[in-house]
């Protein structure tokens, strides 16, 4: 069996959430299976139009965040939402939205971008997480 | 090191602009879409990829026929197993 990992994805910058892809994808690359549930921000982020809205930092590194996106589109990154679409091709991923959190946003699921594939309560996540090997808060 | 001229790439895939882990996810949907007894070829410059590339070839089973460095960039190949 595989190993699994799980993530609580609550952050919606553009620096965390490219993290959280990279990690996702590498995980699907050594066969571990990804469990995500995105909450508030993390959730607000994967609303439709996700790659064409501009990048967003924490505040206190707003400027820092100016000179990484000239080089990330210097580099051509890609955008975290590729690499996540990516990822999903290469292993098994599951993007769980927290119903909580949807609601209190004002949306539903037809609002967020096709690799959302669910809304699950939080202790059938926490249910699901106990047993896996990696668990982290983003 | 020198590269054996005799090997013949049934695939080679450019990474040399990726990022981790771009280069090793091109490197895994390439030696999936190649037959078994394939050789593969992904050339990378990052130095995650230099690390995460022939990790995974060892733990996939398949057959790691060594890296070469050229210029500014690392040739790894790899035969598919299985």
């Known amino acids: 069996m595989n190993k699994r990992m799980s993530l609580v994805v609550s952050s919606g910058t553009t620096d965390k959430l490219s993290s959280v892809a990279s990690l996702v994808a590498g995980a699907a690359a050594m066969e571990v299976d990804v469990e995500l549930l995105l909450t508030f921000w993390g959730l607000e982020a994967f609303r439709k139009g996700a790659r064409e809205r501009p990048p967003r930092f924490d505040a206190a590194y707003a400027d820092d965040g100016a000179a990484l996106v000239a080089r990330m589109q210097a580099r051509s990154a890609p955008h975290w939402l590729d690499t996540l679409r990516d990822a999903r091709s290469i292993g098994s991923i599951r993007i769980y939205v927290c119903s909580a959190s949807l609601e209190l946003l004002g949306l539903t699921l037809a609002d967020l971008e096709d690799v959302v594939d669910e809304v699950t309560g939080v202790a059938t996540f926490v249910d699901r997480a106990k047993d896996a090997d990696i668990a982290m808060f983003v | ?82």
């Open chain 2, 1 to 82: 090191m020198i590269v054996p001229i005799e090997v013949t790439y049934d695939k080679e895939i450019d990474a040399r602009d990726g990022l981790c882990p771009g280069p090793l996810l091109e490197l895994i949907r390439g030696i999936r879409s190649m037959s078994v007894g394939a050789i593969v070829a992904v050339l990378a410059s990052d130095p995650g990829s230099a690390k995460d590339i022939p990790l995974w070839i060892e733990r996939s089973g398949h057959e790691y026929l060594g890296a070469y460095d050229e210029r500014d960039y690392t040739r790894f190949v790899v035969r598919k197993s299985h």
